[in-house]
């Protein structure tokens, strides 16, 4: 049996579908490959979006040798052995290692000599952003490039590229019929595969095998429910995280939970999102209502002792609850404000009379809980509270306290 993905593999940055940012006459990519310059890269995107089929392509225009790894099964000697091979060649390799961010440390540190003197060519791909797995001095040495799903535009148009080539690879595989595909197949092979080309096409092959006509009930007996993106893979996982995020900070419950679905469905672990959601309360709702930190808090220890299934309720209701907090940024925008200054250069000295020990200092509670001194030597600014939820409350007490001092 042919692979179609194989089969059906890309030669050239012009066949490649969906990543025209890269593949474009003028992007960047293109134009170093194409001037033979490119240097060390790693790209990073959903599965089946064309990380190999780029890294395969680029070793074909710069006319290199092309080898390809894994790194969970990486051997340290393998790599030393086409260094060796390579050491006095005119010709470099292509170096192309796959799931990059599982890389040991030594594994990279195996890597820098022959990235620092270009003795070798290194393309790395995850799904996840790698460098946040890289060492610093792998990140220095190299170019990051990210990869999107495929639009369904995109898919579609490689569907009936396939299908136009059904003779060939009927051909390869000793079959006489071409394939024919119904118009609700080809809706739910584009639908069904979440931006993943490779899924779109293992799938056409497996139901080629059943019958060369692909039927719409042939399909969903191979694939009942549609793939969703995932939320692992790097671009969708950030994507969602921020749809579910502003969805809440725009107080919209349905979005709200819609997203979370979408987080659970997609694999993501239930501390990932309930620690989002403990930032979230205190970066948009903060003291509107000082409450939303100790649901959200309480949700983290749930679902770090319950997990799934049932994490998803706790979920749902500190979602749901945060949309319907009054929001309040005043926290954030405060300490980002003084942060801002310490940094441009703001560093005051300690009035004398608040420094350890010091017999000048009053102390409130004698003076009825409020007495005025100075706490700073210059005076500041960055706290701006709200008239939102308790915040105003907050704001009142503040301004009334210091009013009849």
Known sequence: MSDFTHLLRPNNFDDLVGQEHLTSSDSPLRVLCEKNVLGHSFFFGPAGCGKTSIARIIAKKMNMPFYEFN????????????????K???QKPLIFIDEVHRLAKNQQEVLLPVMENNSVLIIGASTE????SLTSAIRSR?????LYNISNEALANLLDKALLNSN????VRNEEV??????????YLVASSGGDARAMLKLLEFA???????????????RPNALSAGSSEAGVHYDLTSAMIKSIRGSDMDAGIYYLARLIDGGESADFIARRLVILASEDIGNANPQALTLTTSCMTSVSKIGYPEARIILAQAVIYLCASPK???SYKAINKALDSVKSGTHLDIPKNITQKNENYLYPHDYGGYVQQDYLSKPLKFVKLKNIGYEKKMKDWINNLTRFS
């Not at 790194?71 to 390579?86: G, H, N, V, W």
């Not at 952003?129 to 946040?132: A, V």
């Not at 071409?178 to 609700?184: A, N, R, T």
């Open 129 to 132: 952003n790698p460098f946040f």
């Open 168 to 171: 060939l690879i009927c051909a």
């Open 328 to 330: 309040s940024n005043s």
């Open 88 to 90: 006095n060649a005119l």
């Open 71 to 86: 790194a969970t099964s990486l051997k340290i000697e393998q790599l030393r052995k086409i260094f060796d091979q390579y």
């Open 208 to 222: 080629s095998n059943l019958d060369t006509d692909i039927t719409l009930k042939n399909l969903k007996a191979l």
């Open 142 to 146: 190299s170019m990051l490039f990210e």
């Open 178 to 187: 071409p394939l024919g595909c119904q118009e609700d197949a080809k809706e």
